[in-house]
């Protein structure tokens, strides 16, 4: 930082200190020696409402403090990293279940390999591929799901459920902390068309969920789901501001990495920095095997960009990180400066930031319990932009319940010393 920016942030810093708005954290923030020189001021943000409190402010003062907005930094040095969730982190909704739902009602899902359905997910139980077969018996290319009712209802209620109509679980013998097999069901599902096809279907559910007015419901097969999506003013902004700023932003989402590469473009994240669920393809179209990450090898489909999952594919594809060490948590200088989340399924790479990790508030208890804990003043909880939560009744049951261990048993969060976060109320959310 020159001199000028130095005593611009401790201004900036004693200004806020004097209306008694400013915690020790927030003062650490301002004053951190940024990675490069500049000379010139950093953009502004310009949207503020639906900003939390002093979130806004602290997010400006991250870019002030990183960005390199100058003509005189270290050209050859690598650019900060911001890094965000997809689904109800920048867009309202969830990208993938809106292709999902497009592929349903488009008869574009094709009929399983020797009409085995045990060939689209290793993890699919004996119960759900014979309850799939039953439904959607092989009778040609692709499952008639626009009019076949009854084999539509049984893909929605494995994909959306994890369970059969019939109430039995779906999956089962997966990793809870590299896996969700119901997000890459989708991806798997999308095998034996290409790449630039599927682009395609989710350009097609794209431009229906941002084109339906919000709250409007599609019917699939016999049931209703969302049928809606918006992008975050607030996050546009931010991704725009940050990319203006010098650094460089990622997309890392768990929906197919087709899928999440049209959306992205939306906010001018190009298809080089976005990350998703990745299949394995063979002779130009994909397959239902999925790439790893790693340790796992391509084909094995126990990881995707899924809880510890998305902190080894963003340590082995932005920072060229690989085998077993792209699991682990890097060293500071080798991990992003910002990270952005809704879920659960961020947790990982969210703590992995080393400024500030954007929290939106969707009541899920292992995030929202970190985040309430703060135990280095470096989250952020902003409630969520479009139709936020409410307040949760009962506090987050951090000391019991709250953490998923990697068998699918419930237990305490714990922090980084292995000492027991005490359980958190909610604070920050809608009216």
Known sequence: MNFKRRATAAAAVLAVASAGLLTVQATAEATQTPSHGRSKTCPDLTVSKGWYGQNKARLQRMIDTYGRCGDDGDQ?????VATFD???????????????????RNSKIRTPKNADWHTTSRYLTDPAAK????????????LPTRRDTDCADEIASVYAEGTTT????????????????QYAWLAQLTRGWSARQVKGFAAAAREENLAAPVGTEQRVGTGKFTGWARYYDQQRDLIRTLKKAGFDVYVVSASPEPVAEVWAKGVGVDARHTIGIRNVTAHGK???RLAGCGTVKDGDDSMITYIDGKRCWINQEIYGVRGAAAEKVQPASRRQVFAAGDSDTDISFLRDATALRLVLNRNKNELMCRAYDNGDGRWL?????IEPKGKQADPYPCASTGYTERDGAAGPVRRADGSVIPDQKDTVHGA
Not at 86 to 104: E, P, Q
Not at 381 to 385: A, I, T
């Open 381 to 385: 909880v902003n409630p969520m932009f």
């Open 286 to 288: 994909l397959t239902a």
């Open 166 to 181: 019939g109430g039995a679980a779906a999956f089962a013998g997966f990793d809870h902390r590299r896996m969700e097999p």
């Open 76 to 80: 050859g040095a690598a650019k900060p």
């Open 86 to 104: 997809w689904d109800n982190t920048v867009i309202k909704n969830d990208v993938g279940d809106a292709t999902m739902f497009w592929l349903l």
């Open 131 to 142: 309850a799939l077969a039953k439904a959607c018996p092989a009778t040609g290319a692709t």
